[in-house]
C-alpha cells in the first residue's frame, strides 16, 4: 500500500534531478540560469503565491528540460 506521499515523491525527485543536471549544464557553458527555485519547482501548483508563480515561469522559459520534466510532473499528479 502506498500514501499520496511517497507516490509523489518520485515525480519530484526525477523532476528534482533534471533541475540539478540542467544547472550544472548551464553553470559549465555559462548560459543563464535562476538559482534558488528547487521549492518553487516541487511545491504544488495551486500553493504557489504570485511571486513564486514569475519566478517559476521565468525559469521554465528559460529551459525546455525543466519545464518538459516539470509538465510530466504536473500531469502525473493530476492522474
Do not use: C, W
Amino acid at each position: 500500500m502506498y500514501d499520496k506521499f511517497h507516490i509523489v515523491k518520485n515525480p519530484n525527485d526525477a523532476v528534482d534531478q533534471v533541475r540539478r543536471e540542467e544547472t550544472a549544464h548551464a553553470e559549465k557553458e555559462n548560459k543563464p540560469i535562476i538559482k534558488g527555485e528547487r521549492y518553487n519547482i516541487l511545491r504544488n501548483s495551486e500553493n504557489l503565491k504570485p511571486e513564486q508563480r514569475v519566478r517559476l515561469q521565468e525559469l521554465l522559459d528559460l529551459n525546455t528540460n525543466i519545464h518538459n520534466a516539470y509538465i510530466l510532473k504536473e500531469a502525473f499528479l493530476d492522474f
